[in-house]
């Protein structure tokens, strides 16, 4: 932070954004995507932009770009670059200095480069279109730029083409790119948002070794707080078109002011917290349209602090003190409280939970169960998995992408058919397909989809997506349906006005829980949650989860959770197991995952969770690579490829053993156990 | 099938789609304007056409034969002395019907074919859609004429069924597309996991979703069928004398064009209007429901 004030103290801005107002003209109206942006970006410094989605973070990220698109434009204030006002400029002036000083690096790699030039040509181009460089010297600059990102034989992977880089690479590669014309500012959207966290680790890693290197300004866009935390110096907080809150990252970590910051840091599940401890912080709500912009503060329809001023007076962003500034009318009223304490533990739940996982009875039990898709060659997608979930329990599914969670998912709630192995429900052997099950099974077992946009029929109304599972278990109609559907919606705390909705007519978190609601209809012993919230805001998914656990407390349904977030996951659940390459490699009680010893994979994942409170230590770990393909999987143990803790050929060669660790914990990992005891924990507090 | 609540909720559906915003867009489109007000127009005739017309189509008087467009007849007269303008007004209603079925027709034959097609997948997929490949590298026109050929006196049926069948092929791979679209939605698998039938998830979840982009097949269809419908009347084949029907007008007088050029003209300007009018409007309904 001294070293932040001291280049603030002796520099220009390099970008100063001025009361930029940026609107969208739609058909029938026009849009106010930003609304009196101030900020300023210092020279070599990284400024994180912070927000959730429809927010205008990438609007402010494309009015520097010029790249407002056909019916975006600046309908006031003005950007300077390095003393020069970019938005007076012709658009020709805007790209010659745009081209020469500002880079973007944008959020999906696989669409930012050219599928048919090979990716030494493409960074070269730069330099010889410009005639900077003749051909031969900008390839030489190129491979150059690549071996800087840490690309391992940047000369032969300058020669290949996008499609043979794993999404890591790619972005790496775009990194690269941006950087290959020397900019002043990098300007990254979301950078990370696409990859696993074992890699989003690694490019963060990259990302902070470059700034030194090439001395330029970044301006980090995310919507995770965690992420920024870790790479920027200062942050801003936007909501709506607006900054509501700017400091440096110490600040807006530990001591958050604006309402809305404070809702963003709380209602992320930190590591390390679970159900039992306290019950999540959420924002009431959802983000606004912008065709529904509250007047007053924007932020006052979710505010708990809300009084009569912030619906009639826009509060603009002022200095709260040094280098922090907050656009809030109680700011300083909001400072005295201290954070409110933690919740205690919920006692009842704990105990709960202890007298099931002493009687508790087996519901679902995998054995050796294995999915195999043939298309050509054999992709074995879930590979002999072997678990058991017990009534009124959470058991959480964790692993990084292709590592097969959906794919067992869709295999147990029966729309896939198992390659081999057994699926027992209740003690029934149900491995079959959902058309060779019986009715009764069918009910008894349910899914939470992924994706709220897909989940609900766009041409249903939320009264026949729900009506429909009673109408076909209860046969019930008429009044007394209407009253279910009432009651089931109340559940999932949605009001009657649910009832008519299309789901175009509903934000994402009220889709899920309509979903949620669908799968409740039928009174299940089983849900199974495909990654329920990866798609929703923060600020969202706090509060669906808070409806799973409520739901779970109230009719002691099991869930089994799928997800990538470790967070999440272990707030959540039970038991945990962690999945690798269609494989599990470790499998506990969730303390026992997160506590050593742990499988190597496991440590590497908890050590890439971001975490937005900067007196959390976190030892990280560079995996090498990235997940290798389910078609040809490695041999012996499936991590071998990756494992920093690697012994020799004997991963390469034998299957591993499963260890036990206690009777409920189990490891497999050639490495003995008291080995794998001695590791130190990767997350310290304090 | 269909019941009270769900043809409530297809209404709202169409509601949601063809609402204030259709009228916008709409507005924003001069093309879309000019097809729909061409459509529009030749709708009024073929309802209105025996109010609208001066003289009965079909009325004889061999002393005004060949008389060229004046105050009493304004596009002319053809060589029996029938009022042309009165011929291609009541002419209109004819066409416009044959292309309604046709379209109608065609999608709900496409609707059957590509929908098991696409549902079932895999061998029944490939065979028939490979059945459908091979009506389609048949020229529409020529499949046309051999099927009425078979049929001794042609009707209107018979045309509207003939031409729906050459068209299937093509509807039937929109509705296939369409889908498949939908087929691995979630929430189609949530129907799967509740134990739905196939009429069920075919039917009543995905079917709703797929109309806009099959009402877009049907009308280009509609447009399609216009010129087909005349061609073959142009033809012979199909529809005979002295049915009012624009493609035989124009075969009828072609031996008189360098004579009396408005006979042939007229009718053929009609067929023109009609069919490029449905065709912007089709564009403009394309458009529109995909953004939707």
Not at chain 1, 216 to 222: D, E, F, L, P
Not at chain 1, 393 to 421: F, H, Q
Not at chain 1, 501 to 510: A, E, L, V
Not at chain 1, 633 to 660: D, W
């Amino acid at each position: 932070m001294n070293s932040n004030r001291r280049i603030k103290q002796e520099n220009q801005p390099l970008v100063e954004v001025k009361d930029l107002s940026v609107h969208y003209s739609t058909l029938d109206r026009e849009l106010g995507a930003l609304r009196n942006i101030n900020l300023s970006v210092y020279p070599q410094e990284t400024y994180g932009l912070v927000g959730e989605s429809g927010c205008g973070k990438s609007t402010l990220a494309f009015s520097i770009m010029n790249y407002l698109g056909e019916n975006g434009f600046v309908a006031g204030g003005e950007i300077i670059f390095s003393g020069q006002v970019l938005t007076e400029k012709s658009e020709k002036e805007f790209r010659a200095i745009q081209s020469e000083n500002i880079s973007m690096v944008y959020q999906n790699p696989s669409s930012a480069l050219n599928p048919v030039l090979k990716i030494g040509e493409q960074i070269a181009e730069i330099k010889h279109i410009r005639k900077e460089l003749s051909r031969e010297q900008s390839w030489n600059k190129a491979v150059e730029i690549l071996e800087s990102m840490n690309i391992p034989d940047a000369a032969n992977v300058a020669s290949r083409y996008p499609h043979q880089l794993s999404g890591g690479m790619k972005q790496r590669v775009c990194i690269g790119m941006a950087l290959m014309s020397e900019p002043s500012l990098l300007i990254m959207d979301e950078p990370t948002t696409n990859l696993d966290v074992t890699t989003e680790q690694v490019i963060l890693d990259l990302i902070q070794g470059l700034k030194e290197k090439y001395k330029v300004a970044i301006v980090y866009i995310s919507h995770d707080l965690g992420v920024v935390m870790e790479i920027a110096d200062r942050i801003g907080i936007m909501y709506l078109g607006k900054l509501v809150e700017e400091g440096s990252k110490e600040d807006i970590g530990l001591r958050p002011i604006h309402p809305y910051t404070r809702g963003l840091i709380s209602c992320v599940p930190e590591i390390g917290i679970a159900k039992e401890d306290t019950r999540l912080k959420s924002i009431p709500g959802s983000v606004p349209s912008l065709t529904e912009i509250p007047p007053g503060c924007v932020f006052n329809s979710r505010c708990s602090f809300s009084e009569s001023r912030c619906l009639q007076d826009e509060p603009h962003l002022v200095n709260y003190e040094n280098d922090r500034m907050v656009a809030c009318w109680k700011a300083h009223q909001i400072e005295e409280k201290e954070k409110p304490p933690k919740q205690d533990s919920d006692a009842e739940s704990k105990r709960k939970r202890e007298a099931i996982s002493r009687n508790g009875k087996v519901l679902l039990e995998l054995e050796d169960l294995k999915k195999y898709f043939k298309n050509g060659h054999t992709v074995k997608a879930v590979d002999g998995v072997s678990m058991h979930l017990l009534t009124a329990n959470t058991l959480g599914v964790v692993g990084e992408s292709g590592c097969g969670k959906t794919t067992m998912a869709r295999t147990i709630i029966g729309l896939l058919e198992p390659t081999g192995g057994t699926i027992f429900f209740d003690g029934i052997d149900i491995s079959r397909p959902w058309y060779k099950r019986n009715k009764e099974t069918l009910n008894r077992m349910q899914m939470v989809f992924q994706d709220p946009e897909s989940t609900l029929n766009p041409a249903h109304s939320v009264r026949k997506i729900v009506g429909r599972t009673l109408i076909l278990k209860e046969g019930i109609s008429g009044s007394e349906l209407e009253k279910r559907i009432l009651e089931l919606l109340q559940k999932v705390n949605l009001g009657s006005e649910f009832m008519d909705r299309m789901p175009f007519q509903m934000s994402g978190g009220q889709k899920q829980r309509v979903s949620i609601a669908r799968a409740f209809a039928a009174n299940p012993d089983l849900v199974i949650c495909d990654e329920p919230t990866s798609s929703l805001d923060v600020s969202v998914q706090s509060s669906v989860l808070n409806l799973l656990l409520d739901l779970q407390r109230d009719t002691d349904t099991s869930y089994l959770f799928i997800s990538h977030d470790l967070n999440v996951v272990h707030y959540l659940s039970d038991y945990i197991a962690v999945t690798y390459l269609g494989k599990i490699c470790e499998v506990g009680e969730k303390e026992q995952i997160f506590q050593p010893p742990y499988h190597p994979y496991t440590e590497a994942l908890i050590s890439a969770v971001p975490v937005p409170n900067p007196n959390v230590k976190q030892r990280h770990i560079k995996l090498k690579g990235s997940t290798p393909s389910a078609i040809n999987p490695p041999s012996g143990c499936r991590f071998h490829t990756r494992c920093p803790r690697k012994l020799g050929s004997i991963c390469e060669t034998q299957k591993p053993p499963s260890i036990a660790v206690t009777e409920s914990h189990l490891i497999k990992c050639h490495i003995p156990l008291e080995e794998l005891a001695k590791v130190e924990p990767v997350v310290k507090v304090g | 099938m269909i019941s009270k609540k769900t043809r409530k909720q297809i209404s709202t559906y169409f509601r949601d789609r063809f609402s204030r915003k259709f009228f916008l867009k709409l507005r924003r489109t001069p093309t879309g304007i000019f097809g729909l007000f061409l459509v529009l127009l030749w709708v009024t005739m073929s309802i209105f056409g025996p109010f609208i017309a001066p003289y009965s189509p079909t009325k004889m008087n061999m002393a005004q034969a060949y008389s060229s467009p004046s105050s009493n007849h304004l596009l002319g007269t053809d060589r029996y002395g029938r009022d042309m303008l009165s011929r291609v007004i009541i002419g209109s209603r004819s066409i416009l019907t044959t292309a309604l079925g046709i379209s109608i027709i065609s999608v709900f034959i496409g609707i059957v074919i590509g929908f098991t097609a696409g549902y079932f997948g895999g061998i029944v997929d490939e065979v028939i859609m490979r059945l459908m490949d091979i009506l389609m590298s048949i020229p529409s026109l020529l499949l046309a004429m051999v099927m009425l050929g078979i049929i001794v006196s042609p009707g209107v049926l018979s045309v509207m069924i003939i031409i729906s069948i050459v068209y299937s092929p093509r509807t039937a791979r929109v509705a296939r597309s369409a889908l498949l679209e939908y087929k691995s939605e979630e929430f189609v698998d949530a129907a799967r996991i509740r134990g739905e039938s196939f009429f069920h998830i075919v039917f009543v979840e995905i079917f709703p979703n797929t109309v806009a982009p099959l009402i877009v097949e049907g009308s280009a269809r509609f447009a399609y069928s216009i010129m087909t419908v005349a061609s073959l009347g142009f033809l012979g084949v199909g529809l005979r004398p002295p049915t009012p029907d624009w493609g035989l007008m124009v075969a009828e007088n072609k031996g008189s064009i360098f004579l009396a050029p408005w006979t042939v003209i007229f009718p053929a300007l009609a067929i023109a209007s009609l069919v490029i009018g449905a065709s912007l409007f089709a564009e403009f309904l394309d458009k529109y429901l995909r953004r939707v």
